[in-house]
């Protein structure tokens, strides 16, 4: 009868995590399951700019795949996932917290705040990170507001 309950813990606890993984893959800005178009996610902290991963050296956090330049950036990654991973599911910080929509992004426009890495729109002359510097605090707080109703 043990074993039974713990098959059947186990069974429950996969599910639970095969939703989850669902639920990020259809909320999060993703081409092919691969997150921030391919860029390297550790890139933006450790070499302070956007540079483009390689798919050779990819890892999947909670259903979302990241490419990284190098084996020592995947490794800090796998470390700390949450460090690394773009705010809003990697759509634009600005019209999440203006709009409380998703709009896709260029990944080499980014910010990085109190740790966070946050992506940004930047064509047709709209580069929405210099809107979101004109009033950070309160788009910030009200994109983190927007994305808990999204993101539920």
């Known amino acids: 009868m ?18 989850n ?9 993703l081409e092919n399951k691969t997150g921030i178009q391919g860029y390297d996610p550790v890139g933006y902290f450790n070499q302070g700019k956007a540079v483009k991963g390689k ?7 909670q259903g ?9 950036n995947k490794n800090a990654f796998l470390k700390n996932p949450s460090k690394y991973e773009p705010q809003y599911g990697g759509w634009c910080a600005y ?17 990085i705040v109190d740790g966070k890495l946050y992506l940004f729109y930047n064509a047709y002359f709209n580069n929405t990170l210099k809107s ?16 808990k109703k999204i993101y539920k």
């Open 21 to 29: 993984d669902a639920k990020r893959i259809s909320q999060y800005n």
């Open 64 to 72: 979302v795949t990241y490419n990284f330049s190098s084996a020592e």
């Open 132 to 147: 979101w510097n004109k009033d950070e605090n309160n788009l910030k707080t009200k994109a983190d507001t927007n994305w």
């Open 2 to 19: 043990k074993k039974l309950i713990v098959l059947l813990l186990i069974l429950v606890s996969f599910n639970s995590f095969a939703q």
């Open 95 to 111: 019209a999440m917290g203006s709009a409380g929509e998703k709009v896709e992004i260029n990944p080499e426009t980014f910010k």
């Open 55 to 61: 798919k050779e050296i990819a890892a999947s956090y």
